[in-house]
Structures are given as C-alpha cells and as structure tokens.
C-alpha cells in the first residue's frame, strides 16, 4: 500500500484488531538527508545476536538503543545510551504529532538490501499491555509487512523517508510485523521506533 496524507497530521489506516495511523513527512528543523548522515556517522552501531527458536543468530542489520530504561528482547538486553541533543529533538517532534510520551528509541540501520527484520511482535512486557510504537524511517523506502496471528492477512505498506508510522491499542497481541530481504538493490536506511518502557 502506498500511503498519502495531510502535511502536519497522522492519517489513520483502517486495519482490524489494531490502530495504525501514518504520517508522509515528520516535521524536523533539518532535512531527511541531514538526519540520515548524522545518525549514520553518530551513532555507535552494534551487531547483537539474538537467540530465535532456541539458536542463537547475528542479526541481519545494526542497532543502538538510547533512553532512560533498559529493554530486553530474543535474549538480548539493551543497557541505554543517553538521549542525544540530535534525538531529543526528533523525539520531542515525534511526541507533538503522536500525542503520546516515548521514553526510548530503538534504532536499526539497514545497510542494504540483503539487510532485514523478522516477523515479530513488539509485545514484551515491560511495553505494557497495549504498547505504542512509533516508528520513523529516513533513506531509502523498505516495505514493512504487517501479518495477522488469526487469519494470516497481511497489509504491506511502504515506508519512505521521513515517514512516521505509529502502532497502538492491539496492533502488537493481533499482528506480526517486519521487513524481508530484496533482491533489488538498495540505499541504506535508519529506522527509529520510539517506546515506552513501563
């Protein structure tokens, strides 16, 4: 699906047993490029195993977490960095367009397009019961897949650069989410998925 909205508003997407709303373009005081290269150069990328199944795996892209709480996922605990002046801005934007307060940001660089995410839920338990995430993208577009647990639907949207895609109510009990790999080429690109740690 690929999406259009209103310049300064989320627009909501119908999908069942869930909440999801999108924004073409997240207002920042620098562009999409500025932001990318900082947050490329910035940050001190990390390649972490998980452990998926029972086996332990080297994930197919880079992460940093920061915030002010630690977060544990597939087996892997994330000790946060602190905010960035560069983060706390982006933060605070992404709060002024969600009406929600986030308290930490997941960053994953995708380095190409052999680069991935599995399909997974964002449900641990220190997220809470009906977890808000928002999810902010810049480079090159990926589709992001969204499945159903139930029924198997699935609803493919493409993320650009600059969009901001926000998860609430039960998107997380209902629904998988995640990112394959491409057999065409591709750009890099930073995703930041903003949380609250409970």
């Known amino acids: 699906m690929d999406l259009f909205a209103s310049p300064d508003s989320l627009t909501p997407i119908p999908i069942e047993d869930g909440e999801l709303a999108w924004l073409a373009q997240l207002p920042l005081p620098y562009t999409n490029a500025e932001v990318l290269a900082r947050l490329i150069a910035e940050t001190p990328w990390r390649a972490e195993s998980v452990f998926v199944y029972g086996k332990q795996h080297l994930q197919p892209r880079l992460v940093a977490w920061y915030g002010d709480a630690s977060y544990t996922y597939s087996g892997l605990r994330l000790e946060p960095l ?11 934007a992404v709060q002024d367009v969600c009406g929600h307060r986030f308290n930490s940001v997941l960053l994953n660089r995708y380095r190409n397009e052999r680069d991935s995410m599995g399909m997974h ?8 019961p009906d977890p808000i995430i928002a999810s902010l993208s810049f480079g090159a577009s990926r589709r992001f897949i969204l499945r159903h647990k139930r029924n198997k639907r699935s609803l493919p949207l493409d993320l650009h650069d600059g969009s901001l895609l926000l998860m609430r109510g039960q998107t997380q009990q209902h629904w998988v989410h995640g990112i394959h790999k491409s057999t ?12 609250y740690i409970v």
């Open 184 to 195: 065409r080429p591709m750009g890099e690109r930073v995703n930041l998925t903003f949380r």
């Open 82 to 92: 602190p905010w960035t002046p560069l983060l706390a801005t982006i933060r605070d």
């Open 121 to 128: 839920s964002d449900d641990e338990p220190e997220l809470g």
